[in-house]
């Protein structure tokens, strides 16, 4: 038997032109290319919740409902009242579940998002079928509405997705644009705020899901500090939320997240709290950023920021060569040509990316 006629005989053409989605290994390095929160829980709550864990039984499936869980949740993590929430692995789950029940099987349907967005916005609409429309932002990565409006008539989209604020830019999209689209959509569309980083932007359109019943909204723990335990969640009018969980795999959420889940969110504030002092850092890395030479700092409402440099490349080998992980976007979309993104960090951390990238605008200047 020939593997490559095996492979070309059953696998997709599509996913055989592709490439996966490839994490470098960050061992041994400064992590600032993921966007997580750099600071751990404070000893006393990592025992208490080492000995949840110990007692957390393996060998059952989990409650299928996720009662206590989603209680929890919606209590802690402003879930209006009268709305559930639907539970993934990941906000990457969520948006596969959402892609998977929209495509339909009768004709293509058509996922759209501005871009450049998160990758997996496109990738999951590949994967589910259907086909996915990007709708170039402007040059200062604000909506072109004027564009998303006419794409929106155009392709009649089942969903659209709004990362709010957006990655990899990590500004955040005017409310009455948004609002825009909502209404575009109407009857035939809907259209998910990707709130990913709302604990760093605190804004968010929970408060207007009576007001747009087309209107999904996604989060994760992942940003908040708890990226290891793989959870996020949604919301929307009952009803749609209804079908989405038709499409969820049973026990999606395992035993190990749910009973750390369900013991963070008792101290939440603990969390507000770390995400209170990355703000604040990342205010003053924006602004040590703005004094650099020949670096062009975008505004951020994220735990990120990203920012022109004039050599994205040049600066990012220089980083990695004194053990500094950012990530280079230049190749997501032409719109980002050596921009690079930084996730803010602990002050230290801060601190030897500065150096490093100083050191690297330096060597460049030099070579010039």
């Not at 004027?146 to 929106?152: P, R, V």
């Not at 009803?239 to 049973?250: C, D, N, T």
């Not at 604040?280 to 700092?297: D, Q, Y």
């Not at 602990?346 to 990238?357: D, M, Q, R, W």
């Amino acid at each position: 038997m020939n593997i490559d006629n095996l492979i070309a005989n059953v696998i997709r053409a599509d996913i055989r032109a592709d490439s996966a989605y490839v994490v470098p290994d960050a061992s041994g390095y400064i992590k600032l290319d993921a966007m997580e929160n750099p600071y751990a829980l404070p000893e006393a709550l990592r025992q208490e919740l080492a000995t949840r864990l110990a007692d957390a039984v393996l060998n059952r499936y989990p409650v299928a409902s996720y009662a206590t869980l989603k209680q929890k949740v919606s209590a802690k993590l402003g879930i209006p009242a009268g709305y559930g929430v639907l539970l993934g692995n990941g906000s990457d789950e969520l948006i596969q579940i959402v892609t998977t029940t929209v495509a339909s099987q009768e004709r293509r349907a058509v996922v759209l998002a501005p871009v450049p967005a998160f990758v997996m916005y496109a990738r999951s609409a590949q994967f589910a079928g259907a086909d996915f429309v990007g709708v170039p932002l402007k040059a200062d990565f604000s909506l072109d509405l004027d564009a998303m409006l006419a794409a929106i008539a155009e392709h009649k989209p089942a969903v659209v997705f709004l990362a709010y604020p957006n990655n990899p830019t990590g500004n955040l999209f005017a409310t009455d644009e948004v609002e825009a689209i909502l209404r575009a959509l109407g009857e035939t569309g809907i259209a998910v705020l990707d709130e990913a980083y709302q604990p760093f932007a605190r804004r968010t359109f929970m408060d207007r899901l009576g007001e747009f019943e087309n209107l999904v909204v996604m989060r994760t723990v992942s940003k908040l500090g708890l990226a290891g335990i793989r959870l996020g969640y949604m919301t929307a009018a009952p009803k749609l939320l209804a079908e989405f969980e038709k499409v969820r795999p049973p026990y999606n959420v395992n035993v190990l997240t749910q009973v750390a889940a369900e013991f963070v969110l008792d101290h939440v504030e603990v969390l507000d709290a770390q995400a209170a002092s990355i703000n604040a850092e990342r205010e003053r890395l924006a602004v040590e950023l703005a004094a650099l030479p020949g670096v062009e700092v975008f505004p951020s409402a994220a735990n990120f920021i990203s920012l022109r440099v004039p050599d994205a490349a040049g600066v990012c080998a220089k980083l990695l060569s004194g053990k500094v992980l950012i990530k280079n976007l230049s190749k997501m979309h032409p719109s980002l040509a050596n921009c690079i993104r930084v996730t803010v960090s602990t002050p230290e951390e801060n601190s030897a990316f500065l150096n490093g990238l100083k050191a690297a605008l330096a060597s460049k200047q030099a070579a010039t």
